[in-house]
């Protein structure tokens, strides 16, 4: 079979164990290493049988779905397929194989990899740096300062716990009598509202879970309350943050900073006016991209595609 990973940056797939384990068994893997979308998509493979789908999820709709006529079976890492038509699915007799995969720990490190940036000013240091200045700007400490986390689960935990070792005051905030609200409580952190989590947080880092009923929660007032100091974290969902306030936000100075990998467009558009601004850092969805985190997610979506096809032979 005819195999299309797609959103393949870097040809981490095609490198993958996974892939090999893939040829091994008879079928021709290839790559796509830059965004596709639309009309691009389906002139990529007509062919292909299957098709990979990596985190950020690539949108099948029905329109494109139908103008894929050999596509079979869809391989998608992580258990998340709403970007997926499911009805167009039923329809056209394409199986959807999930596979879960991946672990807190790489997300949790890249919300601090961007705090630690974005406090220490390193982005702008290093081009200092490289282009034959010295220090450019000045940076501040974290030790002494108040963490808030709105949602605690396995990421939240993992950073609240970074936080406190630094010598930071932890804030959580997440659903009243909820997991959020005992586990802050057992380890000594002080849950409080949504207002004062805004309203006292030097540092905000989001990590709830993105459904239709989180979707949109952090609000313009909720930001227009924070700090002009502060710094506000984003490496959970765009979507969890009301559309287009964090952009008006910033530009008026509350928060003070943002340091973001997520964002409602992926890829970002050069125009996109988040990058114009020297008050946020961006990174390019880089939350769970780690080599061992990439092979346990092709790992699964593979075997369970592997153990599909040949059941059915």
């Known amino acids: 079979m005819r195999i299309l990973a797609l959103d393949d940056y870097g040809n981490v797939f095609l490198k993958s164990k996974a892939c090999g384990r893939l040829r091994a068994a008879g079928h021709e893997v290839h790559g796509e290493p ?4 639309g009309s691009a998509l389906i002139s990529a493979a007509p062919c292909a049988g299957a098709r990979v789908l990596t985190l950020p999820p690539t949108p099948l709709s029905q329109s494109l779905l139908l103008q894929l006529p050999k596509l079979r079976y869809i391989l998608n890492t992580g258990r998340n397929a709403a970007h997926v038509d499911a009805e167009a699915l039923r329809e056209r ?28 000013r390193l982005v702008e240091n290093v081009q200092s ?33 970074v936080g406190r070792a630094l010598g930071m005051q ?29 309203q006292r947080s030097d540092v905000l880092s989001l990590h709830l879970k993105y459904s239709a009923e989180t ?10 309350s924070m700090k002009p100091t502060a710094l506000f974290v984003n490496t959970a ?19 003070g900073f943002a340091a973001l990998d997520v964002f409602d467009q992926e890829p970002l558009e050069l125009e996109e006016p988040l990058l ?8 390019p969805h880089l939350g769970y991209v780690t080599e061992e985190n990439m092979e ?9 595609f592997l153990e599909k096809t040949q059941s059915a032979l």
Not at 296 to 304: C, H, M, R, S
């Open 34 to 37: 830059q965004a596709l979308r």
């Open 93 to 120: 007799d394409i199986q959807l194989v999930l596979a879960g995969g991946g672990n807190p720990h790489p997300a949790a490190e890249m919300t601090w990899a961007l705090i630690f940036a974005a406090a220490r």
């Open 129 to 161: 740096c490289r282009s034959g200045q010295w220090q450019s700007q000045s940076g501040w400490s974290l030790h002494g300062k108040t963490l808030g986390l709105y949602g605690l689960g396995n990421i939240g935990s993992i950073v609240a716990s």
């Open 170 to 198: 932890v804030l959580c905030h997440g659903r009243a009598g909820g997991a959020s609200e005992q586990e802050a409580l057992a380890k000594g952190y002080e849950f409080v509202t949504k207002d004062a989590l805004f």
């Open 215 to 224: 979707h949109g929660t952090v609000t313009r007032s909720d930001l227009a």
């Open 237 to 255: 969902r765009a979507g969890l943050v009301e559309q287009g306030a964090l952009l008006s936000s910033l530009q008026a100075g509350q928060p």
């Open 276 to 283: 114009k601004l020297s008050n946020v850092l961006c990174t």
């Open 296 to 304: 346990d997610y092709y790992d699964g979506v593979v075997t369970a």
